[in-house]
């Protein structure tokens, strides 16, 4: 009998209205907690392609640029470096780039690279993570009596030839990565997408 003067459309009324205040209320609290799972404006850039001018780079000569925190060498060959290449198949662990991880599919040829003179390459030694050097110079090495140009690791000694690919019996057990490139025009290679992706 005591409830008689409650008036239940009132009830309702503020039954809802609080029903509709908690959720936009819930709403709002949800937008900062779902935006902090989104990368923050210098994760995306860490990990964003890179746009490199390679119409400079002199035959021989190397650049290095950074891409998700890697360097990644960017060098230019010469038709002598080209021509060497295939004459080391005998003396490489992976000659024709087998392992699928060290390169995407266009880079799956005597080059490693989109264009024969110029190779991109994540300067990272596969064997324990050091940056090996860029050695372009062609003849006897302290620590190779044939070096045809390439790269050596000076912490453990390995060596990879100017396509990136490794020697034999040295401690780096896969040829160097290639990452995703292409080329938007002629000047310019943009590490991080490939010519799939670009398309």
């Known amino acids: 009998m005591a409830n008689q003067g ?3 459309g009132r009830r309702r009324f503020l039954t809802a209205s609080t029903a509709v205040v908690g959720a936009v209320g ?4 949800a937008v900062p907690f779902i935006q902090s799972w989104w990368p ?3 994760a995306e850039a860490a990990g ?3 746009r490199t001018d390679v119409s400079k780079l002199e035959p021989g000569q190397k650049m290095t640029v950074e891409w998700r925190g ?6 230019r060959r010469t038709q002598e470096m080209l021509e060497l290449l295939p004459k080391q198949d005998p003396r490489l662990r992976d000659p024709n780039s087998d392992v699928e991880s060290q390169q995407p599919a266009f880079a799956k040829n005597g080059y490693r690279s989109i264009k024969p003179e110029i190779m991109v390459l994540v300067a990272i030694c596969t064997h324990l993570g050091c940056v090996p050097e860029y050695v372009p110079e062609i003849g006897p090495q302290p620590y190779d009596e044939e070096w045809a140009g390439g790269l050596y690791c000076p912490c453990h000694k390995s060596r ?3 396509a990136g690919r490794v020697y034999q019996g040295v401690p ?3 040829n160097l990565v290639v990452p995703p490139y292409h080329f938007p ?3 310019h290679v943009l590490i991080g997408v490939g010519p799939k992706e670009a398309a």
């Open 70 to 75: 890697k360097p990644v060498f960017v060098f």
């Open 26 to 29: 819930a709403g709002f609290a």
């Open 172 to 174: 780096a057990p896969t």
């Open 185 to 187: 025009d002629d000047n």
């Open 48 to 50: 964003a392609p890179v």
């Open 6 to 8: 409650v008036n239940q």
């Open 40 to 42: 923050s404006a210098r």
């Open 160 to 162: 990879f030839d100017l």
